[in-house]
Protein backbone atom coordinates (compact mmCIF):
# COMPACT_ATOMS: atom_id res chain seq x y z
CA UNK A 1 0.00 0.00 0.00
CA UNK A 2 1.10 3.42 -0.79
CA UNK A 3 1.73 6.20 2.20
CA UNK A 4 0.97 9.54 1.62
CA UNK A 5 0.51 12.93 3.89
CA UNK A 6 -2.56 15.31 3.33
CA UNK A 7 -0.12 18.15 1.56
CA UNK A 8 0.95 15.82 -1.12
CA UNK A 9 -2.65 14.46 -1.32
CA UNK A 10 -3.83 17.42 -1.92
CA UNK A 11 -1.60 18.55 -4.33
CA UNK A 12 -1.80 15.61 -6.67
CA UNK A 13 -5.20 14.67 -6.11
CA UNK A 14 -5.90 13.15 -9.54
CA UNK A 15 -2.47 11.41 -9.62
CA UNK A 16 -3.34 9.38 -6.25
CA UNK A 17 -7.20 9.31 -7.90
CA UNK A 18 -5.71 7.36 -10.85
CA UNK A 19 -3.55 5.25 -8.81
CA UNK A 20 -6.33 4.40 -6.14
CA UNK A 21 -7.85 2.46 -9.00
CA UNK A 22 -5.52 -0.20 -8.58
CA UNK A 23 -4.57 -0.29 -5.39
CA UNK A 24 -5.11 1.64 -1.68
CA UNK A 25 -3.21 4.58 -0.54
CA UNK A 26 -2.91 5.87 3.03
CA UNK A 27 -2.96 9.18 4.18
CA UNK A 28 -0.91 9.61 7.38
CA UNK A 29 -1.52 13.01 9.13
CA UNK A 30 1.26 14.03 11.55
CA UNK A 31 -0.58 13.16 14.64
CA UNK A 32 -0.87 9.16 13.25
CA UNK A 33 -4.73 9.07 11.63
CA UNK A 34 -4.23 7.14 9.02
CA UNK A 35 -7.26 7.22 6.22
CA UNK A 36 -7.29 4.69 3.07
CA UNK A 37 -7.94 6.09 -0.36
CA UNK A 38 -9.56 3.29 -2.59
CA UNK A 39 -12.29 2.43 -5.58
CA UNK A 40 -15.47 2.54 -4.49
CA UNK A 41 -16.09 -1.04 -6.26
CA UNK A 42 -13.59 -2.46 -4.67
CA UNK A 43 -14.78 -1.36 -1.39
CA UNK A 44 -18.35 -2.75 -2.10
CA UNK A 45 -16.68 -6.10 -2.80
CA UNK A 46 -14.90 -5.94 0.62
CA UNK A 47 -18.21 -5.23 2.69
CA UNK A 48 -19.87 -8.20 0.83
CA UNK A 49 -16.74 -10.66 1.39
CA UNK A 50 -16.91 -9.50 4.99
CA UNK A 51 -21.06 -10.22 5.33
CA UNK A 52 -20.34 -13.86 3.72
CA UNK A 53 -17.89 -14.55 6.32
CA UNK A 54 -19.85 -13.09 9.26
CA UNK A 55 -23.24 -15.54 7.45
CA UNK A 56 -20.52 -18.60 7.03
CA UNK A 57 -19.29 -18.13 10.85
CA UNK A 58 -22.65 -17.82 12.11
CA UNK A 59 -23.76 -20.53 10.38
CA UNK A 60 -20.45 -23.22 11.38
CA UNK A 61 -20.91 -21.62 15.18
CA UNK A 62 -24.93 -22.89 15.37
CA UNK A 63 -24.03 -25.92 13.69
CA UNK A 64 -20.85 -26.87 16.53
CA UNK A 65 -23.61 -25.49 18.88
CA UNK A 66 -26.03 -28.00 17.53
CA UNK A 67 -28.75 -25.25 16.93
CA UNK A 68 -29.32 -26.46 13.71
CA UNK A 69 -32.33 -28.82 12.61
CA UNK A 70 -32.21 -31.87 9.80
CA UNK A 71 -33.74 -30.48 6.63
CA UNK A 72 -35.69 -33.48 5.20
CA UNK A 73 -37.59 -33.08 2.04
CA UNK A 74 -39.87 -36.33 0.69
CA UNK A 75 -39.13 -37.08 -2.88
CA UNK A 76 -42.24 -36.56 -4.13
CA UNK A 77 -41.96 -32.51 -3.02
CA UNK A 78 -38.37 -31.67 -4.27
CA UNK A 79 -40.35 -33.16 -7.87
CA UNK A 80 -43.30 -31.30 -7.49
CA UNK A 81 -41.92 -28.24 -9.38
CA UNK A 82 -41.06 -30.34 -12.33
CA UNK A 83 -44.49 -31.36 -12.44
CA UNK A 84 -46.20 -27.93 -13.76
Known sequence: MENTNPRQFRSELKTYLDRAN????????????????????????????????????????????ERTKDFEVSKEKRLDRFRK
Not at 26 to 33: A, N
Open 22 to 65: KKPIRIQRRDGDSFVLMNESRYEKLLEEISSLQRRLLSTNQALD
